[in-house]
C-alpha cells in the first residue's frame, strides 16, 4: 500500500522474509512457499508470521503483477543503505538469495535455501513458535 515501514513495526512477530537482488522465477517460487508455509501453520500460529519479500533493486523489480498472486505480503525495500542497514540489524549477510526467519527480537535465526519445502518451512516455523512461547 505504499506505506513506509521499518523493523520496529514487525517486532513482536516472526519475520519469514525472502531476500532478493530482483524478481526471477526463483523468487517466485520462494514466495510460494513462503505463503503455503504460513498457511500450513495452525490457524493461531498464523498472526504469530510475517511473510515478506526484502527486495534490494526495487528498480528492477515488476512488484506490482507480483502482488497480484501473493497477497498477505510485507513487500520490503528502500535504499541501498536503509537495506544493508535492515540486514545488518538482523544478522543477515546477504551472499545469495535465501529465505530468513528473524526471531520477535530482530536477530536471524535459520534460512533456507529455495529448494526448501514449504512443508519444511511450516515445521522450522513452529519449533521456533514454540520456543518463543507462542503456542502457549
Known amino acids: ?58 528498480e528492477r523489480a515488476t512488484v506490482v503483477p507480483m502482488r497480484a498472486h501473493m497477497g498477505g505480503l510485507f513487500w520490503l525495500t528502500g535504499s541501498e543503505v536503509e537495506v544493508a542497514s535492515a540486514l545488518r540489524s538482523w544478522g543477515i549477510d546477504p551472499v545469495a538469495a535465501f529465505t530468513y526467519l528473524v526471531d520477535r527480537r530482530g536477530r536471524c535465526v535459520a534460512y533456507f535455501d529455495t529448494d526448501t519445502t514449504p512443508e519444511d518451512l511450516s515445521e522450522t516455523l513452529v519449533d521456533h513458535l514454540a520456543v518463543a512461547g507462542a503456542c502457549q
Do not use: K, N, W, Y
Request: hydrophobic share 45%; aromatic share 2%; glycine share 8%.
Open 1 to 58: 500500500d505504499g506505506t513506509r515501514r521499518t523493523g520496529e513495526d514487525l517486532r513482536g512477530r516472526h519475520l519469514l522474509v525472502h531476500f532478493s537482488l530482483g524478481v526471477s522465477d526463483a523468487c517466485l517460487l520462494s514466495l510460494q512457499h513462503i505463503a503455503a508455509a504460513v498457511d500450513g501453520l495452525p490457524d493461531e500460529l498464523q498472526p504469530q508470521v510475517a511473510p515478506a519479500l526484502l527486495l534490494v533493486d526495487p
